[in-house]
């Protein structure tokens, strides 16, 4: 059983910066990428981007790239998401979230089989 937990939300003015963190259980971390999605009231939960398994390729959501970025560190079973510039349209609910294959990169959410419980993040205008 894997167990995801992110932490690292909060409320941030626009304009300013947070660092989320999910850590993540088990040894099979460093086989797998790792997704970043969100979920805003009312609406979808929606991709924002994907580590690979080495760290070494990422992508983004257009409506972040540039602004946002992911990093992984496998000695510490750890997933990162570093995003700057924040605008009140990225508040949501983060999730860190396992692909259902090892070494997939996976875009969708039904390609996802392990998830964070999530942690809020809050961008005041």
């Known amino acids: 059983q894997v167990q995801l937990v992110e932490s690292g939300g909060g409320l941030v003015q626009a304009g300013g910066s947070l660092r989320l963190s999910c850590a993540a259980s088990g040894r099979t971390f460093s086989s797998y990428a790792m997704g970043w999605f969100r979920q805003a009231p009312g609406k979808e939960r929606e991709f924002v981007g994907v580590?690979?398994?080495?760290?070494?390729?990422?992508d983004y959501a257009d409506s972040v790239k540039g602004r946002f970025t992911i990093s992984r560190d496998n000695a510490k079973n750890t997933v990162y998401l570093q995003m700057n510039s924040l605008k009140p349209e990225d508040t949501a609910v983060y999730y860190c979230a396992r692909p259902n294959r090892p070494r997939k990169t996976a875009y969708r959410i039904d390609d996802y089989d392990y998830w964070g419980q999530g942690t809020q993040v809050t961008v005041a205008s």
């Open positions: 580590i690979n398994w080495s760290g070494r390729s990422t």
